[in-house]
C-alpha cells in the first residue's frame, strides 16, 4: 500500500517569510495529492490539490509542486501570516477507483508575528 | 449547504463500555472514511466506504471496533468494551468520488473520553 512520509513535524516561522513543506509517496500509481489544513479544534479542511499531469499549481500566497519521478511533492507558503498558524497534512491517492487516500503525519506551522 | 455532522462532540465513558459515534455525510457523497486522531498526532485510518463496495477495514486496530454504513447514508462507528487507549477525536469525512473528485469533507469530530 502506499506510505507517505512529512516533514518536517513542527515549523517556526517569522509572518512575512516562506514555510515549506515536504511530503514524500510510495506507489507510483498515486496521481491526486491534496494538502488539508487543520485549525485547533476543527476538522481538517482542502487548501490546495495537484494532480500528476501538472508539475506546478498556484492559488494566492499558496502552491504545490510535484516531481513524479523523485515521487515528492512540496507545500509553498508564502508572506506567512499569523492566520496560517496550523497542522498541515499531505495526502496521496489515486483519482479512480477504489483507493483509500493516505495521509502525512502532519507539520504543525506556527506563524511568529 | 449542511456539511458533514458528527453526533455526538463529546463523549465520556467509563473503561469497558461500549460507545456508538454517529456520522452524518454530506448527501450524495458516496465515500465516508473513519479516522482517529490522537492529541497532537496525525490522522489515523480507521475504515473506508465507497459506494455498495466491501468496506476496506485494514485500518480498523482491533475487533472491538466496527462500523456500518447503512442505505450509503449515515455511519455509526462502535467501540466495545473501551480502553483508556480510545481515548481520541474521531473525525469523519465524506468525498463525492465521482470523476476523480476526491476531496474529502470533515466532520469536526468526536472527542471521546475514556475514564
Known amino acids: 500500500g502506499e506510505n507517505v512520509e512529512q516533514h518536517p513535524s513542527t515549523l517556526s516561522v517569522q509572518e512575512g517569510d516562506s514555510a515549506v513543506i515536504k511530503c514524500t509517496y510510495s506507489?507510483?500509481?498515486?496521481?491526486?495529492f491534496p494538502w488539508y489544513k487543520q485549525e485547533l479544534g476543527k476538522g481538517p479542511q482542502l487548501i490546495i490539490d495537484?494532480?500528476?499531469?501538472?508539475g506546478e499549481k498556484k492559488d494566492q500566497r499558496i502552491a504545490v509542486t510535484l516531481n513524479k519521478t523523485a515521487k515528492h511533492f512540496s507545500l509553498h507558503i508564502t508572506e506567512t501570516q499569523p492566520e496560517d498558524s496550523a497542522v498541515y497534512f499531505c495526502?496521496?491517492?489515486?483519482?479512480?477507483?477504489?483507493?483509500?487516500?493516505?495521509f502525512g503525519t502532519g507539520t504543525k506551522l506556527q506563524v511568529i508575528p | 449547504g449542511a456539511g458533514v455532522s458528527q453526533s455526538p462532540s463529546n463523549k465520556v465513558t467509563e473503561k469497558g463500555k461500549d460507545v456508538e459515534l454517529r456520522c452524518d455525510p454530506i448527501?450524495?457523497?458516496?465515500?465516508l472514511y473513519w479516522y482517529r486522531q490522537s492529541l497532537g498526532q496525525g490522522l489515523e485510518f480507521l475504515i473506508y466506504?465507497?459506494?455498495?463496495?466491501?468496506?476496506?477495514k485494514s485500518g480498523l486496530p482491533s475487533d472491538r471496533f466496527s462500523a456500518e454504513r447503512t442505505g450509503g447514508s449515515v455511519s455509526t462507528l462502535t467501540i466495545q468494551r473501551t480502553q483508556q487507549e480510545d481515548s481520541a477525536v474521531y473525525l469523519c469525512?465524506?468525498?463525492?468520488?465521482?470523476?476523480?473528485?476526491?476531496?474529502?469533507?470533515f466532520g469536526p469530530g468526536t472527542r471521546l473520553t475514556v475514564t
Open positions: 495537484i494532480r500528476s499531469n501538472v
Open positions: 506507489d507510483s500509481a498515486s496521481n491526486y
Open positions: 495526502a496521496a491517492t489515486q483519482s479512480g477507483g477504489y483507493q483509500k487516500v493516505t
Open positions: 448527501s450524495g457523497h458516496t465515500a
Open positions: 469525512a465524506s468525498s463525492l468520488e465521482s470523476r476523480g473528485l476526491r476531496e474529502q469533507y
Open positions: 466506504f465507497q459506494g455498495n463496495s466491501a468496506p476496506d
